[in-house]
């Protein structure tokens, strides 16, 4: 199917979106919809006849877990009730621990890197053949950008994601910023895996902006799309027309005129490359086969991803074979995206604490693993500042005690729940 030049629908954004000239489609970030009705933005564009894909961020198909039965059959109704020529998810994990590694349940509420082992391939064809299985449109999955790479990877990018289309039958979408991403972060190029992977399988494709920081290139989706990022779209471009492409902003929006123009680069660099002369292009070999493996590809997946999840989230010592100073940068980059994710769910926290919320809630964090969504650590946080008799000033106290009664319990927590957060703090930390 041609999709055309589409960009990520928000509702910070909708009324632009609506008005941005030559846009074919959008794509919504299906946890941010409801199963049974849409935003009046949206339903204005489908009478427009603007196709809308949602794109999932919390399946976790790269896990060791199957997928969750609940969370397929939201992302199902979603695809229906948009009428969705496809539904799109990522190859990550994010979430660990559970009964494969007999320990609490970490929730991450970011994307991670699986790692390009034969061992994590087995686990996600299997997952995406339940997630094809269980959904009524086509399933394309995306690369996801990564600050840390894992030890012992026997796969390039390239490789793995050609072994799970032949696999799979997945369609892929690609997003060229993340492979920029990778090959400043962790010395990939682009080139090697726009070669490597079959391109013929290409949904559609990313492009989104971030900024280097200390050598670090991070993913932000609240940045202008660089030159080096319309390089790869130009070199995916000279490999294959792509069906579609969608321009990402999730925060720090522009003016309409401005994401404007990024629509207008994007398609400059289509076409310029298209321009080009077509580039002669081998299907590369496939990896060669590995060596019989023991079984338990689960369990030895569940007890890897928790134990570097335990590493980010809550400080346990470092898995062997890792870059400690990127544990260290991804660890506060979870940190600060939880906080920032927090205040968006609940801004009457930072109402409340004003210039202290972030360093409270980084200081909550610290040792307190998510476990559930962040409407349920917002609850959290408020609940350990209440306990601690804080915030200082009685006046914010007071409020911060109605707005958790309002939403958790008819009395505010009294110290003897110290206790209780003592034990919680205790068995996640283990």
């Known amino acids: 199917m041609k ?72 992302l199902a109704a979603r695809a229906e009730l948009l009428g969705a020529p496809l539904v799109t998810e990522h190859i990550a994990f994010v979430r660990a621990g559970g009964p494969l590694s007999a320990s609490p349940v970490l929730e991450a509420g970011h994307l991670l890197p699986v790692p390009r082992t034969w061992d994590a391939l087995d686990v996600l064809c299997e997952n995406v053949r339940i997630a094809q299985d269980s959904l009524p449109v086509p399933l394309a999955l995306e690369n996801i950008a990564a600050l840390i790479s894992w030890p012992g990877e026997e796969l390039t990018e390239g490789q793995f994601l050609a072994e799970l289309v032949e696999r799979t039958g997945v369609r892929l979408l690609i997003d060229v910023a993340n492979l920029h991403t990778n090959h400043v972060n962790r010395g990939e190029d682009p080139s090697t895996a726009l070669d490597e992977l079959p391109v ?109 999840l335990s590493t980010l989230l809550a400080g346990t010592p470092a898995p062997d074979g890792f870059d400690r100073r990127r544990l260290g940068v991804q660890s506060r980059a979870l940190a600060g995206k939880r906080a920032e994710v927090v205040a968006k769910v609940a801004p009457e926290l930072p109402e409340i604490l004003g210039g202290g919320y972030r360093e409270a809630f980084l200081a909550y964090a610290r ?60 068995l996640l930390g283990r």
């Not at 976790?60 to 199957?66: H, N, S, V, Y």
Request: net charge neutral; with cysteine.
């Open 3 to 74: 999709l055309g030049t589409g960009i990520g629908w928000r509702p910070e954004i909708a009324d632009a979106v609506e008005a941005l000239p030559g846009i074919d489609w959008v794509e919504a970030v299906a946890e941010n919809l409801c199963e049974d009705h849409l935003p009046a933005s949206l339903t204005r564009l489908r009478e427009r006849g603007v196709t809308v894909v949602p794109h999932g961020v919390s399946l976790g198909l790269g896990g060791a877990d199957r997928p969750d039965p609940g969370r397929l059959a939201g």
């Open 200 to 308: 013929e399988a290409i949904a559609y494709v990313h492009v989104a902006g971030g900024v280097e920081k200390d050598g670090v290139w991070h993913d932000t989706h609240a940045h202008p799309v660089t030159r080096p990022v319309l390089d790869v779209l130009k070199q995916l471009r000279s490999r294959v027309d792509p069906p579609g492409v969608l321009l990402e902003r999730d925060d720090d929006f522009p003016p309409a005129e401005e994401l404007a123009g990024e629509l207008t680069a994007i398609r400059g660099a289509l076409a310029s490359a298209a321009a080009a002369p077509p580039a002669g292009r081998q299907r590369p070999a496939r990896a060669p086969e590995p060596a019989p493996r023991a079984a338990g590809a689960r369990e030895r997946t569940g007890l890897s991803q928790t134990a570097l």
């Open 367 to 426: 040792n307190r693993p998510m476990s559930a969504g962040y409407r349920r650590d917002a609850l959290g946080f408020a609940e350990h500042l209440l306990v601690t008799d804080r915030p200082a000033d009685e006046a914010a106290r007071r409020r911060l005690t109605r707005w958790w009664q309002e939403r958790a319990a008819p009395r505010p927590p009294r110290r003897g729940t110290r206790l209780v957060h003592a034990a919680r703090t205790a």
